[in-house]
């Protein structure tokens, strides 16, 4: 495709995108790339990365393009956002402008209007000072109080981070062979890698690499996992033989580390909402050659728990969570998060570590976890949980996962963030169930 081409396929991305506001954007991209097989890797790569950037710095770009008061009320089109974004890039404004030529598979020609609104971005910065302080972060408004409890004056470094692009991590399944048997075939086959410095079967790639395609993704031997996913399996710290209840356990990212902990033997059950998640995940268990793992759909009015109470080892909740830890990777995220949601979200939270309190066995361990930044999902829900359950106290430090590296074991709870371990957003905390009488 030409340049030209591949401009016309953001902006048309973009406009999916916004059109399906509900739906999250990589949602959204799968079925538009799928709806146009013609269209081949690499252009699929530099259509998406335009697109990501523009998510990435929604708010930015709408200040900037907006900054002129006849403009402060207008609708900005993808297509604006798009030549705005080419600008901060680096590209002149002469090049932006040949790109919308209206010529075969281009972009319109640039009305009047939108050719001053780009002119006025000459000679600015993408971020400013002049910006508030959620605009130059990309986070909503109504979010900076909660972020100012939790960060306090680390706010705008770990805020920051979060506007970047994130790496591509790989976690090796060692079901099928060892970490250096990894990076070798990795690079046979043109990749390059590097391990993890947390995760003991972490590798980390830079960039956006098609690595779906290397031959060894598809026989298995590496899944793609953020590092901190990586450690909220560590810290599970799973072994074999033992019966294990991954409670929301979504396309079984986890769970297939778990699994992999535990040698293939013993129990796990992996439990969701969704059935097109679970199903999901049948096709990936079978590829990493696991097959110690049941599925059970949780639904309304389901005895399946109540039948099941303190039956097993370990518990893990990956709770569903606002997902602000993975805004690196879900730049549309921050666009659809309210502040109702956080509220819904913190309730549900509770209900299910209530549920799943239940499920453990006397002397066994929960594990919580969720992709999220907000003390009001981690921490204090933890607190919560704490004073309501008595019979649960923090996984004491002879108990906690040599898994982990040293650092993270020195509490029973701890957090990740892309600022301070460069891994995604995530929380975990470990807590042990006490035994009987």
């Not at 708010?59 to 609708?75: G, N």
């Not at 046979?188 to 003991?200: D, K, M, N, V, Y």
């Amino acid at each position: 495709m030409t340049p030209a081409a591949r401009l016309s396929g953001a902006i048309d991305l973009l406009c999916a995108i916004q059109n399906a506001p509900h739906r999250p954007a990589d949602a959204v991209a799968n079925n538009f790339f799928r709806e146009r097989r013609y269209i081949g890797g690499g252009d699929r790569r530099a259509i998406s990365t335009l697109a990501w950037d523009v998510l990435r710095a929604w708010r930015r770009l709408h200040w900037h393009l907006r900054a002129d008061l006849r403009y402060r009320h207008e609708d900005v089109s993808p297509r604006l956002l798009c030549a705005a974004m080419l600008h901060f890039v680096g590209q002149p404004l002469s090049s932006i402008q040949s790109l919308f030529s209206g010529e075969r598979y281009a972009p319109a020609p640039l009305s009047e209007r939108e050719m001053v609104m780009l002119e006025a971005l000459e000679g600015q910065d993408i971020s400013s000072e002049k910006q508030p302080l959620p605009v130059r972060l990309e986070y909503p408004d109504w979010l900076h109080p909660y972020l100012v409890e939790d960060f306090g004056d680390r706010l705008e470094e770990e805020m920051r981070a979060l506007t970047g692009a994130p790496s591509l991590d790989l976690r090796v399944n060692l079901l099928k062979g060892t970490r250096e048997e990894a990076l070798r075939r990795l690079r046979r086959e043109g990749f390059q890698g590097e391990p993890t410095a947390l995760s003991p079967w972490g590798i980390r790639l830079e960039g956006r690499q098609p690595v779906t395609a290397a031959a060894l993704f598809r026989e298995g031997l590496v899944e793609i996992q953020d590092e901190g996913s990586q450690l909220i399996a560590a810290a599970v710290d799973a072994r074999p033989g033992q019966r294990l209840l991954d409670y929301c356990a979504g396309a079984a990212g986890k769970t297939l580390a778990l699994a992999m902990t535990m040698e293939n033997k013993g129990q796990i059950v992996a439990c969701d909402v969704s059935r097109v998640r679970l199903d999901g995940a049948t096709k990936r268990l079978r590829r990493a050659d696991v097959h110690n793992v049941t599925r059970h759909l949780l639904s309304e009015g389901d005895k399946w728990a109540k039948r099941r109470e303190g039956q097993f080892d370990t518990v893990l909740v990956d709770a569903p969570c606002s997902g602000t830890g993975t805004w690196r990777r879900n730049p549309d995220a921050r666009l659809r998060l309210t502040e109702e949601d956080i509220k819904e979200l913190c309730a549900k939270q509770a209900a299910i570590l209530d549920i799943a309190a239940r499920l453990v066995r006397p002397g066994g361990k929960l594990v919580y976890a969720t992709c999220s930044l907000l003390g009001a999902e981690n921490g204090k829900q933890i607190e919560a949980f704490l004073k309501r359950q008595e019979a649960y106290t923090l996984l004491p430090a002879e108990k906690r996962s040599i898994l982990l590296p040293e650092e993270l074991r020195q509490e029973a709870l701890f957090s990740l963030t892309p600022h301070g371990f460069g891994t995604d957003g995530f929380f975990v905390a470990a807590m042990e169930k006490m035994s009987q009488g």
